[in-house]
């Protein structure tokens, strides 16, 4: 039993973690706009991370194209470009706002007014619905209910 609480503890105190990749830059700047990049990448696989935050496979290759491209001497917009043309506007983690992009960037603030619009409207139908107006006879009916209710 020892043995086995010796093994659980053990695992726990050195957590498993994926090997991260290091880059060599001979120029500081080459090396701030590569985290600017695996920063603002999307990762294809994972959707909700960055390329910089993500174990993925794919994740890696893209951390590795950029790396190379930078290498190269291409500029950060370069990269963004080619990769925007090879995965389109859902790469970037922010994508720049386009009419091709305008539903990504107004589509959350459309759908919250939708909303607010309808819970209004259903709430002043509710109350126009509440105010039911009888006319004489209805009336007349609804009062010798009542008295007869009272009386038994």
């Given at each position: 039993?020892k043995k086995?609480?010796?093994l ?9 973690s994926?090997?991260?990749?290091y ?20 990762c ?5 991370q ?6 993925a ?21 370069d ?39 309808t ?8 109350k ?7 006319d ?8 010798d ?8």
């Amino acid at each position: 039993m020892k043995k086995v609480l010796l093994l659980v503890l053990s695992l726990l105190a050195f957590p498993l973690s994926a090997g991260v990749e290091y880059h060599q830059f001979d120029d500081p700047n080459k090396e701030q706009a590569y985290q600017n990049l695996i920063s603002e990448l999307r990762c294809l696989v994972c959707q909700n991370q960055t390329i910089a935050d993500s174990n993925a496979d794919l994740a890696k290759d893209l951390r590795q194209q950029v790396y190379e491209m930078l290498q190269q001497g291409k500029s950060q917009q370069d990269v963004v470009d080619f990769m925007t043309q090879r995965y389109g506007d859902f790469v970037m983690y922010r994508p720049a706002f386009t009419l091709k992009t305008g539903l990504l960037w107004l589509g959350p603030s459309a759908f919250l007014l939708i909303g607010v619009i309808t819970v209004f409207m259903l709430a002043r139908n509710k109350k126009a619905k509440a105010q039911i107006t009888l006319d004489k006879q209805q009336q007349t009916r609804l009062n010798d209910i009542l008295q007869k209710g009272e009386e038994d």
